[in-house]
DNA sequence: CATGAATGAGGGTTCATTCAT
DNA sequence: TATGAATGAACCCTCATTCAT
């Protein structure tokens, strides 16, 4: 009944429906390849062939190849600066950090090219960036600080800088993604390694709660 | 009688020794230009003019676009395992990793662009690098991941895995040179600033210490 | 009556009216931007945005955009012709000539922009307009030419060349308005000024009259 | 001899000459494609072709397709305003106005390119020439309208407004080139035939000078 | 009548590379 | 060594046109 239902539905739905996924596909397929060659060194019919359609098409969806790029950035983006926001004053220190740093790690794990593509971004000195750097990003990280600093205060943690503690837990978890081939051509294993993973986990966790005096 | 013999060198090997100045300064010239704006978005009249001749000329020295990018990663490899070398086994662990930590923060200082564009190779997959990380890389990593070992066997330092706490020492010291832009953004400062590059160092030292049951 | 039937009319003959309107519109849109563009610079989109209707409608009532370009022409030419339809043998040789420049100049003035993409067309070669020319237009020229030859022939006017008389007559009137950007460079005016404009006709016909002997 | 010095004259001299050639070519080239089709309506390849070099070669010699039109539009307008020039205080004025009327003409016949693409540039407004109009092109009519300004003052010619006198000349003598299509059809004849360009000069002579007065 | 989606051809331009000297 | 000239491949993008509704 309900694929009837939507069978039924009529061109224009659909199509506009085709359109969003359609879009949607450019936007992974921008990933993909952004993360791997860089804005300059992807093509856009390298990226529309791989949303399957043609770059002509692609331009139909993105007005010009930078478009795409900073719509792609923007998604990341986002995603991004998620987890850091459930950091929460109200939770128990340990906890709190133990749950960051795993959900960071699980992003460095399921979403590796956004990872990347933000890495890649910043490296270059984030030419299209800059502003989201010092405008949300910062007014979060000074948010969160300001959690981390009252629980120093409370003698709760010890006496770290906070926004060294945040650059340090988002220095060791991006690594895994970032430097995803460096860390799988020494050890020979990666992140999707479900036993690799909780050690790199388990580890990082221990590394930053005794660092503060947690453990 | 030296300095009488290089001024009558003749033209033939003083050329020479210009050749490898100019060489140099092309080398110089590619990572700046490779560090920002990635291997494809450089171009090779923009490295000839920062380095100061003409882009058929600087296809003399470099048989091409990426043989030249090659030369300026090998350069930028070598520096970059050379502080690794010197953790010795002889060494108090908490001095050892004390002054190797302060020479990568160091190396970040003085030289982000090699540590950019290290970062932006290996982002983007390593395609050129892949063979120096599972060889000489790996191979220096592993003799000093027995030399922690031998450190964790003896009780000197904590029960941490030692290729992971070489990962996050990596990680943290070579966040403040690749993600400088988001650095400055958050902080307003960089390492370039005394004060900064201190308590940075300190931060650091102290987390990774600690981590370790060192402090 | 009428105006009821109009209001009752029905969508059908309401629609085919708008249709109408919109045509014009597209032409008036089509005139300008072409007459300032040209045929080859001119886009589909500028004249339909001009137009206030979207690309893909205005190839409803376009068939192609040479197809437009032809009609714009077309209704141009039809204008352009008329006053010389007006000079007839009865009058006074003084009279008519007299006031055929003042028509010209007054089209020159009005309908810059047809007099502007008529010049386009023809400096370009006339590729679409060459039929037109041999056509319709030798023959009225055949025939004015007649008129001035009969003058001629009684002595009413000098033996100037009717056919280079006529040329002269378009090339001086057509002047202001085809080179109304150097016209204005060097004068700081044109013809949308009263005092220039009568300056101008009245130039011109003393120009020509006394050029023929008739002043 | 002189063949033999030539081609001993070194490969370098010999290229430099040749590279002169090929602009010159190319400018040729451009003058005639961009007459016909316009700025947009040609295409570089289309230029090359005829210049007998590639497209990429082009564009080693101008930067740009609207370099490359702008340096064609330069060489015409030297060209364009040097018989003016020659119009002198210390003449008669039938005689001078009589030897400019046939210098012109003489440039509609042998550059009627040159001609045509000063008229499409001056109908589409000059976007890219209206400093030249108001700076040099003004300051030459200025100086030749004061030279006519004193023939009048001193009788010698008929009360004529000099700059209504200077663009009528333009107007008709240039028409010969720009609508030459249009004369054609309608006479079967051109400036290339030596009785028509006789009696076309002839013609427009005798208007200008009896309309002024002087015959 | 009207529109959003899609396409293919072509255009200008960049750029690494080669050639000839 | 060094350079100016030349080239061809690739790329981004525009645009007239067609399709499907």
Same mark, same amino acid.
């Given at each position: ?25 450019? &936007? ?39 478009? &795409? ?14 987890p850091?926001?459930?950091? @929460? ?5 340990? +906890?709190? &950090?133990?749950?960051y740093i795993r959900a960071k790690m699980t992003l460095s794990r ?5 990872s ?12 299209? &960036? ?11 990280? @000074? ?17 770290? @800088? ?6 340090s837990i988002w220095a060791i978890t991006q690594h895994y993604a ?14 999707? +390694?479900? +036993?690799?993973?909780?050690?790199t986990v388990?580890?990082t ?11």
């Amino acid at each position: 009944m309900d694929r009837a239902g939507e069978a039924a539905a009529g061109p224009g739905r659909r199509r506009r429906r085709d359109g969003a996924l359609r879009r949607d596909a450019v &936007l992974d397929a921008g990933l993909a390849v952004f993360s791997t060659l860089g804005l300059h060194g992807a093509s856009l019919d390298q990226i529309a062939e791989r949303a399957g359609l043609s770059k002509t098409n692609l331009l139909y969806y993105f007005a010009s190849k930078e478009a &795409l790029y900073l719509a792609v950035l923007q998604r990341v983006l986002t995603v991004w600066l998620d987890p850091l926001q459930a950091l @929460d004053a109200g939770s128990e220190p340990a +906890d709190a &950090l133990k749950a960051y740093i795993r959900a960071k790690m699980t992003l460095s794990r399921d979403a590796p090219q956004a990872s990347r593509l933000f890495c890649l971004e910043i490296v270059q000195g984030a030419p299209l &960036l800059r502003a989201e750097l010092a405008g949300p990003l910062r007014a979060l990280v @000074d948010a969160k600080a300001a959690v981390l600093g009252s629980w120093i205060a409370q003698g709760r943690i010890g006496p770290h @800088d906070p926004r060294h503690l945040i650059f340090s837990i988002w220095a060791i978890t991006q690594h895994y993604a970032d430097f995803a081939v460096q860390v799988e051509a020494v050890t020979g294993r990666d992140l999707s +390694d479900p +036993d690799f993973f909780e050690a790199t986990v388990a580890s990082t966790q221990r590394l930053v709660l005794a660092g503060l005096g947690l453990a």
